[in-house]
């Protein structure tokens, strides 16, 4: 798998607005054309600061390292960013703000040649050379150890000393920690080993535990001084008074002689009359009811004479009237008036005894009497009785029974019958609350007679102490919670601190095997093959193995063992100073051998500069080693600035294409350059460039932009007479005469008149500050237009 083209870089880096398909379409950059696609080789040249790195960065990121893809300066803050890479079989891999859509096919496939990987792996560490924590974190997997091996001996050392300095410093720690807290504990005879016992029961308490634990303290401290008080007065205690129960209960089912269990329905009784079938009769006896009744009474089967009016009765013939009065008065009727009777004689009781209801008198001053020796969680039993509204329902209701038995036959209407019964049922349930606090009580009483008589009050009573004690406890962690947690925590970081103490006793362990190990690694997989390719690109470089065992012993600092190659430069001794070239040759060779012996070639090459403070000889190898070492991998992508090398390039490697990084204005593209013609690119480059100079008053002066002018003012003034005038990036002496002599005397009668502008132009290009953003002001943007003016007018 292999990338086809980078589509879109939209504000990231110096790309403001970067799309593949829509730009310089007039200059090759055809977007229908394939062949302006990635190829297996890619060359980019580009000046620096132009991009060139940046696209390394973003290959990093799609590599899947941490790496910041910053926003372009000239944007707007809340900008989007967006990238898009389209791979070889169309799949795209997007990049949207902060995270890559199909990140995955990319992640791993890089293997990245740059500065940082020369730093990374070539270290001199001597008396002279400033080392970094950079470098020191990457021992044990350096290709270059230089200077004596007792270098190493003091960085150990150090975490040695650092593992006994983190040691004290933990222990003094703690002890100050202890200190204060046994301060605190001794109110409260706590030990530290049973406060670590309770961890979990402080950790554990809230806030609002607080109130909640004093009143147990104080609910056990009363039952305590009653305990005590019982064991005082057991006399006193023999003698106590159970409490009464309310023994009545309220209920409308009654018990009847015959019919056994009969419900009060005072609708019914109230009802209770004559049919209606003899009311004329009885309307004439409408006042004497009663009278006639008694009546009624007095006749029987002897009666010859009529007890109403005393006229003598004819064959035992009564007279229509009585005859009536007899049906409606028979025996049936007698007993159904005497059940109703019976059942507002009970109602009546119900009525009466619920407005007499309240709760046992004495059991008041018992209850304080007994509270004074137990615990009751209650102030006083409560009241048993009708409330005022209840009384009056009552009483109404009472009435109309005294009503109903004074007349039996008047049917009575108003009855609150449905009220009576939810005022009983109310009332039931009281009483059977009230007895069931006064059984609990009684039978606490009992319990403390009886414990009092077997002696067990007293075990209770040690038993009592106890729970106060934890209870006290408790309560001290509660209000001490902060300061113990606080112990806890010291005590835990304590801990860790101490994990830390033995990691870094294993990383002194490890390291001072490790250091040697590695390196006897290192020197059996890849020496050999860094020595080859050291050199091939640098014939007059040679790097030795040091010999000799590599050890080291601790216990003998001063006669440590040396571990790490012995460079030598023209017969010359290097190993204590490494030129930046030296170091670069080191690196790359290196990175080869790593090329050479790694088995999954399914990976993408990126070189980024890999011939730093080259010679010419040293680029052209180094060209023919990237293309014969190369060629079994996916892809590759060489980024340079120098010409030279791009043309060794251009000539070495077949099947490539070529891309310019342009910085037009603070914002970076990538263009494709069909032609093969070194002279025709560096003039479509510097006419491009000199187009933007003839703008240039309409520019704004900014930091930036002096960049972006004054390297394009050094790339034009030093590539046009390299380049245009002899032949610089030619490889053979012939060709770059044959140029010089294609240019005619007349053009170098030119350069020899401009001798004295081009080389105040060109000294200013080099120490007017144009390599970094002006920190002292040592150049202008007036004075850098002045400058690109007088490199125009030259018309090189």
């Known amino acids: 798998m292999i990338i086809k083209k980078i589509a879109k870089i939209d504000n990231v880096f110096s790309f403001f607005s970067f799309n593949w398909d829509e730009i310089n379409v007039d200059r090759g950059n055809n977007s229908n054309n394939p062949d302006d696609n990635f190829k297996k080789y890619n060359i980019f040249f580009a000046e620096n600061g132009s991009g060139k790195s940046k696209l390394v960065d973003i290959f990093k990121s799609l590599n899947g390292e941490s790496i910041e893809l910053k926003r372009n300066w000239d944007r707007p803050p809340n900008d989007k960013q967006y990238i898009k890479v389209i791979l070889d079989d169309e799949s795209e891999i997007e990049f ?301 209701e009472l009435n109309l029974v005294l009503k109903k038995e004074r007349k039996i036959l008047d049917k009575i209407g108003g009855t609150k019958f449905k009220e009576i019964e939810r005022i009983i049922d109310r009332v039931n349930r009281d009483i059977k609350k009230y007895n069931e606090l006064v059984d609990d009580i009684n039978r606490k009483v009992r319990e403390l007679q009886k414990d009092i008589e077997t002696g067990k009050l007293v075990a209770k009573k040690a038993e009592i102490e106890n729970k106060i004690k934890d209870i006290e406890k408790k309560l001290f962690y509660a209000e001490n919670k902060k300061s113990l947690e606080n112990f806890f925590k010291a005590k835990e970081q304590y801990n860790k601190n101490n994990e830390i103490v033995e990691s870094l006793e294993k990383i002194y362990q490890l390291l001072k095997e490790k250091i040697v190990e590695q390196f006897n690694e290192f020197v059996s997989e890849y020496f050999s093959l860094i020595k080859q390719f050291v050199k091939e690109i640098s014939p007059s470089m040679d790097i030795f193995e040091i010999q000799g065992q590599a050890t080291y012993d601790r216990r003998n600092p001063r006669n440590p063992a040396q571990c790490g190659f012995r460079v030598e430069y023209n017969g010359e001794d290097r190993t204590s100073k490494l030129s930046e070239g030296e170091k670069q040759v080191i690196a790359l060779a290196f990175f080869f051998a790593r090329l050479q012996k790694l088995r999954d070639k399914n990976k993408i090459i990126v070189f980024d500069d890999p011939i730093t403070s080259f010679d010419a000889g040293k680029r052209k190898s180094t060209s023919e080693i990237i293309e014969r070492e190369t060629k079994d991998f996916s892809q590759v992508f060489i980024f340079t600035c120098d010409p030279l090398f791009r043309e060794y390039c251009l000539k070495q490697i077949s099947n490539r294409n070529f891309y310019y990084i342009f910085k037009t204005f603070g914002a970076s593209s990538i263009h494709h350059y069909k032609t093969k013609d070194s002279e025709r690119f560096i003039n479509l480059v510097c006419d491009k460039f000199e187009e933007d100079f003839n703008q240039i008053d309409s520019v704004s002066g900014s930091d930036e932009n002096i960049i972006v002018f004054g390297q394009k003012l050094r790339f034009c003034l030093e590539t046009k007479i390299k380049e245009g005038y002899f032949g610089y990036s030619e490889d053979k002496l012939s060709n770059m005469i044959e140029k010089v002599a294609k240019n005619g005397t007349e053009k170098f009668e030119r350069l020899i008149n401009n001798k004295r502008i081009i080389l105040e132009i060109y000294n200013y290009c080099n120490t007017g500050g144009l390599a970094h953003y002006p920190k002292d002001g040592s150049t202008s943007w007036n004075e850098l237009k002045g400058k690109i003016k007088q490199y125009l007018g030259l018309n090189l």
Do not use: M
């Not at 504990?185 to 554990?204: A, C, F, M, N, W």
């Not at 009016?309 to 009237?321: L, S």
């Open 96 to 396: 949207d703000n902060s995270q890559w859509t199909n990140g995955d096919k990319l992640k791993r496939k890089f293997l990245i040649f740059d500065k940082y990987f020369v730093d990374k792996y070539v270290h001199a560490i001597g008396p002279e050379y400033i080392d970094s924590p950079q470098r020191r974190q990457q021992r044990g997997r350096s290709i270059i150890f230089l200077g004596n091996f007792n270098d190493y001996h003091n960085e150990i050392e150090k975490i040695n000393n650092l593992k006994s300095y983190i040691s004290e410093k933990n222990r003094l720690f703690l002890e100050k920690e202890r200190i204060s807290l046994e301060t605190i504990l001794r109110k409260q005879s706590i030990t530290v080993d049973q406060l670590e016992q309770d961890k979990e029961l402080i950790k554990g308490l809230r806030e609002d535990d607080l109130p909640v634990i004093k009143q147990q303290l104080k609910n056990q401290n009363d039952i305590l001084g009653k305990i005590d008080k019982a064991l005082k007065k057991k006399s006193e205690l023999s003698k106590i008074s159970l409490l009464s129960r309310i023994e009545i209960n309220f209920s409308l089912e009654i018990q009847t002689t015959n019919e056994g269990t009969t419900k009060i329905n005072p609708i019914d009784l109230f009802s209770f009359t004559i049919s209606r079938g003899i009311q004329q009769t009885l309307h004439k006896i409408a006042h004497k009811k009663d009278f006639i009744k008694h009546g009624l009474s007095l006749i029987t089967k002897e009666t010859n004479e009529c007890p109403f009016c005393e006229q003598k009765i004819r064959n035992g013939d009564f007279i229509q009237i009585i005859k009536d009065y007899q049906n409606i008065f028979n025996e049936t009727f007698f007993k159904e008036e005497q059940k109703v009777k019976t059942l507002l004689r009970s109602y009546r009781r119900i009525l009466e005894n619920l407005l007499d209801l309240q709760s046992p008198l004495n059991n008041q001053t018992g209850l304080q009497t007994i509270k004074s020796f137990i615990a009751i969680s209650i102030d006083d039993l409560p009241e048993v009785k009708l409330s005022t509204t209840e009384k009056t329902i009552v009483r109404d």
